[in-house]
């Protein structure tokens, strides 16, 4: 097992170097074949040429589509989890908060019956959950490590329950006909509708660049140095000079900003909101995708989120001994993070920091027993 | 001589137990000063109410003729006050240099800051070495050194020193003790920790004993340097 892991650790080092030591250029046109890459992904006459890896048993644009969703929230739980080392354990609670403005301010089934287009419900959305980020932070975040966890997932808890049980929230019978985004082509036909799903993923995917270019800025500014402070050691941090509560209520803020706006471009494409899309799974899912990637790297993130909504997606349809695989995605998931935890517990592309953080704790529970 | 720090009659509560029970020390510019104590005594904890970490159930400390009692612990730092925390209290994912910078968060004026980072590699060589390795990977004493030097990045006016010399080996303690001295002699005032009495009593300009939460003695350092009941329960010797 242990040559197993050498093997695998030294190629990844291997690569890591070579990426290092290649030059700007190559660099870039890397990166930019990996985007151009992911922009033809949805398209048939691209994908039919990738064997086994467009779905089976699902539309492939629309897997997409709750592929790169999943990668939004895990970007967004990084700055958090990754960056200032916050457990939160109720992320998906943020991305509700910014689903459900857009539906009460759009749909005909709300009794604002304001019926606002979807692009003037989007900046409220992105605001109201910048504030109820600010609001859950406030009081939560002077509590540490496993108090905050608790609180934060009674977060997102409360509003399933509230979302499920008020009538001005709808329940399960939920918002409808929320508008699409606004666009049309040359033709007249609107950009973004049911039938298509590609236009929303390349929606989605263009804000992934874009909030990955703030977060890498973000990150290597002064509030940058601070979170991983913070996350390193929160007294010496503030020993130091760094109001610590003012930078984690930025990285909860900026972490629920980033909910907010996948919230909102989820039920613009569904057109439809209800409390069943609340399940607690889902933060349990981001957070365990933050984690698989490699906390505290902005592509382990992307990685851990594509590749754990991809997975699941992927399993739907298949059968093996007469049940579908998709029926015990869970099972698979619950495993595949034990193993990792055995064996790789700063995750597949981990942080430089992180990595060291990790054996320093380590060390500190040598000499502590 | 000004007085730059004053703490009148603070206690400190953990839960409820009290850690403190009203203590009162002065510290003047220019001085180094030492509280020595057993384990358990409330030495970290009065730092820790100095520092601003913990806050004060009464009491009120002033600095620079300023009240800080309610001030936050950011806010203190950028008043000229800074804590070298006891231990392992580096941040242990980042360089060498890194922590250096750290400790310079609060200041704007970058080339001073790059004039006292290379004071603090002059003062601390083996810092200077190990300048791209990564905290967590020191030693016990290059740990410490980096603490020290991180604190002195801030160009405090007065520098708390918690523990400065606990786990190093005895050559390593001498030359803590000295670079202290020399920090001093720059101009740095300095409050110091410490259950390495010896030390700490030989160089210091005055020093308090404290016991369970309350100073039971103060004193020049040399004057409890001989005094027979810290000789007794401090310093090993009856």
Same mark, same amino acid.
């Given at each position: 097992m242990t040559s197993v892991r050498e093997w695998i650790d030294s190629g990844r080092h291997a690569v890591a170097e070579r990426w290092h030591n290649a030059p700007r250029w190559m660099r870039w046109a890397v990166i930019a074949a990996v985007i151009?890459?992911?922009?033809?992904?949805?398209?048939?006459?691209?994908?039919?040429?990738?064997g086994p890896i467009p779905t089976t048993g699902s539309n492939f644009g629309q897997v997409l589509f709750t592929?790169?969703?999943?990668?939004?929230?895990?970007?967004?739980?990084?700055?958090?989890?990754?960056?200032?080392g916050l457990l939160d354990l109720g992320y998906f609670g943020f991305f509700a908060v910014g689903a459900y403005t857009v539906a009460v301010l759009t749909s005909p089934s709300s009794d604002l019956k304001t019926l606002w287009p979807w692009l003037l419900a989007l900046?409220?959305?992105?605001?109201?959950?910048?504030?109820?980020?600010?609001?859950?932070?406030?009081?939560? #975040?002077?509590?540490?490590?496993?108090? /905050? *966890?608790? @609180?934060? $997932? =009674?977060?997102?808890?409360? !509003?399933?329950? %509230?979302?499920?049980?008020?009538?001005f929230l709808k329940g399960q019978r939920g918002f409808n006909q929320i508008p699409h985004p606004p666009g049309s082509y040359s033709d007249g036909k609107p950009i973004f509708g049911v039938l298509d799903p590609r236009p929303y993923?390349?929606?989605?995917?263009t804000l992934i660049i874009l909030v990955v270019i703030g977060v890498r800025n973000l990150n290597r500014s002064r509030v940058g140095r601070a979170w991983i402070s913070i996350r390193e050691d929160e007294d010496a941090a503030q020993l130091m000079g760094v109001p610590t509560f003012k930078f984690k209520l930025w990285a909860f803020a900026s972490g629920a900003f980033i909910g907010g706006l996948a919230g909102a471009l989820f039920a613009g494409k569904q057109n439809f909101v209800?409390?069943?899309?609340?399940? #607690?799974?889902?933060?349990?899912?981001? /957070? *365990?995708? @933050?984690? $698989? =990637?490699?906390?505290?790297? !902005?592509?382990? %993130?992307?990685?851990?989120?594509?590749?754990?909504?991809y997975l699941i997606?992927?399993?739907?349809?298949?059968?093996?001994?007469?049940?579908?695989?998709?029926?015990?995605?869970?099972?698979?998931?619950?495993?595949?993070?034990?193993?990792?935890?055995?064996?790789?517990?700063?995750?597949?592309?981990?942080?430089?920091?992180?990595?060291?953080e990790f054996k320093d704790r380590r060390k500190e529970v040598i000499v502590g027993g | 001589m000004t007085t730059l720090l004053e703490i009148e009659d603070v206690s400190l509560l953990y839960g409820r137990i009290k850690a403190l029970h009203g203590i009162s020390l002065t510290v003047n510019e220019g001085e180094i000063v030492a509280l020595i104590g057993a384990n358990g005594a409330g030495k970290s904890t009065t730092m820790r109410a100095i520092s601003g970490i913990r806050p004060v159930a009464s009491g009120r400390i002033r600095f620079n003729g300023e009240d800080i009692t309610k001030l936050r612990a950011d806010l203190r730092v950028r008043r000229g006050l800074c804590q070298a925390p006891e231990g392992r209290g580096i941040f242990p994912g980042m360089t060498v240099l890194e922590n250096l910078d750290m400790g310079a968060y609060t200041r704007r004026d970058r080339a001073e800051v790059g004039k006292d980072l290379a004071k603090v590699l002059d003062l601390f060589p083996r810092l200077a070495e190990r300048?791209?390795?990564?905290?967590?990977?020191l030693s016990g004493g290059e740990q410490q050194m980096l603490a020290v030097?991180?604190?002195?990045?801030s160009r405090p006016k007065l520098l708390l020193l918690d523990e400065p010399s606990m786990g190093l080996a005895p050559m390593l303690i001498q030359q803590i003790f000295s670079i202290i001295t020399e920090i001093n002699e720059q101009g740095t005032t300095i409050l110091l920790v410490e259950q390495n009495a010896q030390q700490a009593l030989a160089r210091a300009h005055r020093a308090y004993v404290l016991e369970t939460g309350r100073i039971v003695k103060e004193g020049t350092g040399s004057e409890l340097l001989h005094d027979p009941a810290v000789k007794e329960a401090y310093l090993g010797v009856a």
């Open positions: 151009v890459f992911f922009y033809a992904l949805p398209n048939r006459e691209f994908y039919q040429w990738l592929v790169s969703i999943y990668v939004l929230l895990a970007v967004g739980l990084n700055i958090v989890v990754g960056f200032a900046p409220v959305a992105l605001v109201l959950t910048m504030v109820s980020g600010v609001m859950l932070g406030t009081p939560t #975040l002077r509590l540490r490590g496993d108090y /905050l *966890a608790i @609180v934060t $997932l =009674g977060f997102a808890e409360m !509003i399933r329950v %509230a979302a499920t049980a008020s009538d993923y390349w929606l989605v995917l209800s409390s069943q899309n609340l399940e #607690l799974l889902n933060s349990i899912i981001i /957070l *365990a995708a @933050v984690i $698989l =990637g490699g906390s505290g790297n !902005i592509v382990g %993130a992307i990685v851990g989120g594509g590749l754990v909504a997606e992927r399993f739907r349809g298949i059968e093996f001994f007469g049940v579908e695989l998709y029926e015990y995605r869970f099972m698979f998931f619950g495993l595949v993070l034990v193993v990792m935890m055995i064996f790789r517990p700063q995750g597949l592309i981990p942080n430089r920091r992180r990595a060291a | 300048r791209k390795q990564v905290g967590g990977t030097g991180r604190a002195l990045m």
